[in-house]
């Protein structure tokens, strides 16, 4: 085998995708927290208004279908409508709950129905995209400029460009808090077993790979799965990027921007060589079949996974628990965080989140445009936050490490009136925010209860050498990305995985006859409408 080098790939396809965060009850928790806002005035971030004809606001907020937890009517969107009218005595909020896995096509229809809450938000740039070609929604520049001088400063002017679109301010991106997207597990147990290292090079990986198939230390015969992978196209970032060979490629800015990754220089030595993995036993022989991700949680956990390339926290999550459920199948089993794959510089790229998580918009048939504004202001004081993402000590958690809540009680442990949820009501941060990146990374691994430092090793790989963020932003809306993106999107599947599965000899015809497909099927008009966007 030549020696592979690695080159992440930065996405130049806008793929939507929900992002998992880190994920407090009583009347007197509230009572609790509300001493502690008083006293740091966290419900006094801006003037009181003057007493006058009362407005509801109405807020969107994802519904997690948590048992026994209404979205909508909580200990939590109780204190945020106490407080924050503390300071807007002239604003009522109501909560408009909606389901997290129907959150774009629920939003498309009440934005359609002019029944949008005042607050709204996705995810997804290329909805907010749609929606500024379409005239729906309202401009925030100036109404920011007036009303929220805290909110501003927390994001900064960087984060703010991210919700600028034709020259104007249409949505105000949450500030992602965690940015760190990729690692690679391997099970250290098997490497140990084998007499072999943790791989630091791609020979090194690509050599435990052959050894995992052909020595089989899991004892598992047919079932004995060295490497593994799944079929949705947002996997693409995880997988192909990370495999792709630029031994003798630098991607320019321009192609960085512009091209999507199937015809970026290099990825198509990336899907080569999983062509190759893939005819030589080592890869996964039935991933096309899993359509999103269940069925290598289910392989990995019950041991017959060696190793795969996955968000940087994946099998060390609470829920489904693979890394746990693996300890208890097979006594001494583990997956390691590494960083084998190199590039010609003997670094080891690779791409991460961008630095905005939800985009935040005011619909523009919205009466309340300044008073939503007010609302993501008042939210921008640092105990609002604090309270709004950890709650109450005692209620939602037992004890603090260096003024980080921490041992927090599952929600399946408390009673309904004390269950939380810190994801989505403090819209303007996705993940904790406690002021530093360390105390930031602190905060993250405690939701990681057994595997705080694990996460924490894995985290670090995934920002080591991550350069490029995975959606570059486009600050003119490009129309065909939004006219293709359903179209395309099925094809990256279809490329992804005939790619893959077809004989060694027919790759090249294989991709570059799915390639041109693409191409043809929009994927070439929205290069054209993009470099069109940055000659401007």
């Known amino acids: 085998m030549k020696k592979a080098s690695i080159k992440i790939i930065c996405c130049a396809l806008v793929i939507a995708s929900g992002v998992s965060l880190f994920g407090c009850g009583s009347k007197d928790g509230g009572k609790a927290a509300n001493n502690s806002a008083q006293s740091s005035g966290a419900a006094s971030t801006t003037e009181t208004e003057p007493p006058g004809e009362k407005v509801t606001l109405t807020v969107e907020i994802f519904d997690r279908a948590i048992a026994g937890y209404q979205a909508d009517n909580n200990w939590q969107t109780k204190w945020i409508q106490e407080n924050f009218t503390k300071s807007n005595p002239n604003i009522e909020v109501k909560f408009v709950p909606v389901l997290r896995t129907e959150e774009v096509d629920k939003l498309n229809v009440l934005m359609a129905a002019n029944q949008a809450p005042d607050i709204s938000f996705t995810y997804n740039e290329s909805t907010i995209q749609n929606y500024v070609k379409n005239g729906g929604l309202s401009d925030l520049g100036s109404i920011l400029d007036q009303n929220a001088p805290n909110l501003k400063k927390y994001l900064g002017d960087d984060l703010l460009s991210y919700g600028v679109f034709d020259g104007k301010q249409y949505a105000v991106p949450a500030k992602r808090v965690i940015q760190g997207a990729v690692a690679t597990f391997i099970r250290k147990d098997w490497l140990d077993k084998l007499g072999l290292k943790v791989p630091t090079t791609t020979d090194e990986w690509y050599n435990c790979m052959k050894q995992f198939k052909e020595k089989d230390p899991g004892g598992l015969g047919d079932k004995n799965m060295p490497f593994s992978f799944w079929a949705d196209p947002k996997n693409i970032n995880f997988t192909v990027a990370t495999l792709t060979d630029s031994f003798d490629q630098k991607i320019t800015e321009e192609q960085r921007m512009t091209l999507p990754n199937w015809v970026i220089p290099g990825f198509k030595d990336g899907v080569k ?30 041991g017959n996974v060696g190793c795969f390339i996955q968000c940087y926290d994946f099998p060390l999550r609470p829920t489904p628990g693979i890394a746990t459920e693996l300890a208890k199948k097979i006594p001494g089993a583990e997956f390691v965080a590494c960083d084998p794959f190199t590039n010609y510089e003997g670094k080891h790229p690779k791409f991460k989140y961008n630095p905005n998580g939800l985009f935040l ?96 090793d894995a985290y670090t790989i995934s920002m080591t050498d991550a350069t490029y963020v995975n959606i570059p932003h486009f600050s003119t809306v490009i129309a065909s990305q939004t006219k293709y993106q359903t179209t395309l999107y099925d094809k990256d599947t279809e490329i992804f995985v005939k790619s893959i599965t077809s004989k060694p000899q027919q790759f090249d015809k294989t991709y570059d006859s799915l390639v041109e497909q693409y191409m043809k099927a929009g994927g070439q008009e929205i290069v054209d409408e993009k470099l069109a966007s940055l000659k401007k």
């Open 273 to 302: 060589f999983l062509n190759k993995l893939y005819n030589e036993g080592i890869a996964n022989r039935n991933f096309s079949l899993d359509k999103d991700g269940k069925q290598l949680e289910k392989d990995a956990a019950q």
């Open 361 to 456: 918009i005011v619909p523009k048939n919205s009466e309340h445009t300044v008073e939503a504004v007010k609302y993501l202001e008042w939210m921008s004081d640092v105990e609002v936050l604090k309270y709004l993402q950890n709650g109450v000590k005692g209620e939602q958690y037992t004890d603090e490490q260096n003024g980080i809540p921490c041992n927090f009680f599952p929600n399946d442990k408390l009673s309904d009136d004390k269950k939380y949820n810190f994801s989505d009501y403090a819209l303007i941060v996705n993940g904790k925010e406690f002021g530093s990146d360390e105390k930031n990374l602190e905060a993250a691994s405690l939701g990681y209860p057994g595997f705080e430092d694990q996460f924490k």
